[in-house]
């Protein structure tokens, strides 16, 4: 048996082997590992200094009470989003101006010039220059000291800040967590063309004059050809080589996106192209572009990812083809984790059960899990799945005795510490569009595969290949673990556990979680099982009453008058809770008699048996 600090020690000495092997390394550790200690405690003791990016405030929080802990100076990089009352705190003068800075912002002005030129913007001065300088403001400006960050050990900062070079010249980089979208400029169709267009009007020297010419001219035109070899136009161009100073202004695309339809490669259905800054762009079959600009860092920077559950692929794509993996645990000692931590993961179904948002007959399957669950708990479960398949169920259970969250407001968020069971329903599938997408990225074309009829493989059988598979999976599998692993992040010294049943078998292959059985079925379906239903139970001695089948009859006609149903198929109805629900017992003396079985334990739509395989 390992002990918890040998699990710790572990991720303490990956990192360590992470910053000595130096290159691009990804750090794969599970939750709870103690990461960010590692990370401070290696800076600690080796008084190399760090940056280190990364975007949710409870690990901004994490970092420094770290450094504060262990005396390691350090500071938070400028963002406005942390450190302008005006645009980033908005508690502090209020939503509408909040969002009239932010639509500013997106329309493409620096937060810096938003607070510099203030009334051109606004028309009046903003709130947080009131009373002195806007803490953001003075930030940037000690940005603009030379040395100004010398002082520090280490520098915290969010993932935009990676693009700067200012901050990580003289330091080692650490990324904390998939830094995902935020690293990506993404453009529709219709701001691709625009873009382009304008460029080539722009520049009356180039041997096409718009984005059709563009597009016939590579293969066909052998002057054009020439002329592109000989000016060396494709790898040298001011505005092509500085596109990344211009960040967030839609004019400076142009360039950029024209030599990237003219050096592009095929990828499936999308294409691919790498310009001579290592500017990334990818363009999907409808015309969607993405822009992954590249890092500042020179060639051998030590630059660290750490991840709790990642998809190797997707980091390749934003770090590079050279990027070394580190497992700090392998999969025996992972599963020793999940139980040390206290989780003990059940699954409850037999396919992935991606949750969709569509208002369909999902939401009584749902209901009826949580009813299940509730039986064997004793008390209802903390239910995770999709926002609308939270909201489709509080149609179904109007007064729910459950919590829940839904997958998207999951992260940062500890204080589901210690829930006794939960259930997390179903598994957010990724789109295509954002599979290829990082597929793409990272060199590979993600085609999901077809059978013979040209029918797409759907359930167990989809399929995108390896590079799309890793990435699907890390978006996937390696979200529900994610969810599930939510419910305990201490190790529990106690024997306490967490019970999370999951429905779906979206779950990391190293987990081999125990597989249980689920049976759910509907038997409110039809207006007739109600009537029948309604009528067996009602009456304080239902539990235990036998009744033939004319007294249920009379009863069902006396309630329902001229709707209720008929002699045949009453009985019908009475066999079918007999023998398919095993809700009520039957005998044969003169005629049947009926009787109460266990039809207090149907649901108020199906009736819902889950437990352990039979052994
Ligand atoms: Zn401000």
């Known amino acids: 048996m390992t002990e918890n600090s040998d699990f710790y020690l572990k991720c303490r000495q990956g990192i360590e082997r992470a910053f000595n092997q130096g290159g691009t390394v990804l750090v794969d550790a599970l939750p709870a590992l103690r990461k960010s200690t590692g990370v401070v405690q290696w800076a600690a003791e080796s008084g190399e200094k760090l940056v280190v990016f990364t975007a949710r405030n409870d690990l901004y929080d994490q970092l420094e009470k770290e450094c504060e802990e262990r005396g390691v100076s350090y500071r938070v990089l400028p963002s406005f989003i942390r450190f302008c009352s005006t645009g980033g705190r908005e508690e502090v003068h209020g939503e509408k101006w909040a969002n009239r800075f932010k639509q500013k912002y997106a329309e493409g002005y620096s937060a810096r010039e938003l607070h510099t030129d203030a009334l051109k913007h606004f028309d009046e001065p903003l709130p947080c220059q009131q009373e002195g300088t806007c803490e953001f403001l003075q930030r940037l400006e000690e940005k603009d000291k030379e040395d100004a960050y010398d002082q520090y050990d280490i520098l915290i900062g969010h993932y935009v800040h990676l693009f700067d070079r200012t901050y990580s010249e003289s330091r080692h980089v650490v990324i904390d967590e998939f830094p995902g979208d935020s690293l990506l400029i993404e453009l529709s169709s219709g701001a691709v063309n625009s873009a382009i267009n304008q460029y080539l009007d722009e520049d009356s020297s180039l041997p096409f004059s718009t984005r059709d010419d563009l597009v016939g001219t590579r293969r066909e035109n052998k002057d054009i050809e020439r002329w592109l070899n000989e000016t060396g136009w494709l790898t040298f161009d001011s505005v092509a080589e500085n596109w990344n100073k211009y960040w967030r202004k839609t004019d400076a695309y142009g360039a950029i996106l024209t030599r990237a339809i003219l050096t592009s490669k095929k990828l499936g259905q999308w294409t691919r192209a790498t310009l001579r800054d290592g500017t990334v762009i990818a363009q999907d079959k409808n015309g969607r572009v993405v822009i992954l600009p590249p890092f500042p860092f020179s060639e051998d920077k030590t630059v660290v990812g750490l991840d709790g559950t990642p998809s190797v692929e997707a980091w390749r794509a934003i770090l590079g083809k050279q990027m070394k993996p580190i497992s700090v645990l392998n999969d025996a000692e992972k599963r020793e984790w999940l139980g040390q931590l206290g989780l003990r993961l059940i699954q409850l179904a037999e396919t992935p059960v991606p949750v969709n948002g569509t208002l369909g007959d999902d939401r009584y399957r749902d209901q009826a899990l949580i009813e299940g669950i509730t039986r064997l708990e004793g008390a209802a479960p903390f239910v995770i799945t999709s926002k609308n398949a939270i909201g489709n169920l509080k149609l179904v ?135 029948v239903v309604s009528v067996l139970t009602s009456g304080e001695d239902w539990g235990t009453r036998e009744s033939t089948t004319g007294e249920i009859l009379e009863m069902i006609q006396e309630r329902y008058g001229s709707k209720a149903k008929g002699y045949d198929q009453v009985v019908n109805l009475l066999h079918k809770l007999t023998d398919e629900f095993e809700l009520i017992r039957r005998v044969r003396r003169q005629s049947y008699v009926w009787s109460n079985l266990r039809l207090e334990e149907r649901g108020k739509h199906c009736v819902v048996a889950i437990a352990p395989p039979d052994r």
């Open 397 to 531: 259970d109007q007064n729910p005795e459950w919590e829940s969250r839904h997958y998207g407001n999951l992260k940062g968020l500890n204080t589901l510490d210690g829930v006794e069971s939960a259930l997390i329903i179903g598994s957010p599938q990724p789109s295509d569009h954002e599979i290829q997408k990082w597929a793409a990225l990272a060199g590979s074309p993600a085609v999901p595969a077809e059978d013979e009829e040209g029918n797409r493989l759907r359930g167990n059988k989809l399929d995108f290949g390896d590079v799309g598979n890793d990435i699907l999976r890390g978006f996937r599998d390696n979200e529900v673990l994610q969810a599930a692993m939510r419910f305990r992040r201490q190790v529990d010294e106690s024997d306490n556990e967490t019970r999370v049943y999951i429905y779906s078998n979206a779950i990391p292959e190293w987990v081999r979680p125990e597989v249980w059985d689920v049976d759910i079925r509907r038997w409110d379906d039809g207006r007739g099982m109600s009537q």
